[in-house]
């Protein structure tokens, strides 16, 4: 049986512009890359989303995970990188970071706001009496995600779990394995798990919709999403 081959081996052939946006996406961003290596043109350090023209005429433009010449990006292009810059950038309107730590990157992605941003945000949510609900809110969020990836996970294992149970070897024989243990009882426990998660998927789920009313009346509606 074929080897399953690596996120890296795949990624070897790929196009640079493509595995560019990739790795963006994923976070594996390599400030030391040169995506388009000509020595005196890296040395110059260029801003997040500034454009210029090479010596050659190129024009280029600094993303977040190096720099691109634009005119490699068609219109489907751009617009995925438009995107992503959206997605890598401070989402305040009055953000003052003009070059983003790796900390910066990280809380971008995650919160939608550089650290400098996320920090104020506290201040003030903690001065109008906001923060305890905000705090609470984002909690209940992270469960309610958590718990409906393991209610999945619960309803993949029952519809999987069967007496007997066909494994393929490395060498690519099928052999049956009999469990020897009671599979009704399995099921039963596994279903009391599902039941479970649904239950506490209900909890949360009114949780969160009174923490949103809550956050709407005390002004804050741009912190729901
Ligand atoms: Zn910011």
Request: hydrophobic share 30%; proline share 1%.
């Amino acid at each position: 049986m074929a080897k399953r081959k690596s996120f890296d081996e795949k990624n070897k052939g790929m196009h640079k512009s493509r595995k560019l946006i990739i790795d963006t996406v994923f976070g594996r961003t390599d400030n030391n890359q040169k995506v388009h290596g000509y020595e005196s043109e890296t040395e110059v350090k260029r801003k997040f989303g500034e454009k210029w023209t090479d010596k050659n005429g190129d024009s280029w433009e600094q993303l977040e995970a190096g720099k691109i010449k634009t005119s490699e990006l068609g219109d489907t292009m751009a617009e995925v990188r438009a995107y992503l810059d959206k997605l890598n950038t401070c989402s305040n309107e009055n953000c003052k970071t003009s070059q983003y730590t790796h900390i910066d990157k990280k809380l971008v992605r995650k919160t939608g706001l550089c650290l400098d941003c996320l920090q104020k945000q506290e201040i003030s949510l903690r001065a109008d009496g906001t923060w305890p609900f905000f705090e609470d809110y984002k909690i209940t969020k992270n469960k309610l995600g958590y718990i409906r990836d393991a209610k999945d996970k619960y309803e993949e294992a029952l519809s999987g779990v069967k007496q007997e149970m066909e494994i393929v070897t490395q060498e690519g024989k099928v052999e049956k394995w009999t469990w020897d243990i009671d599979i009704e009882k399995v099921k039963t426990d596994i279903q009391k798990d599902i039941d479970g998660a649904y239950e506490a998927i209900e909890l949360l789920v009114h949780r969160k919709a009174l923490l949103e009313d809550k956050l709407r009346e005390l002004n804050h509606p741009e912190l729901i999403k």
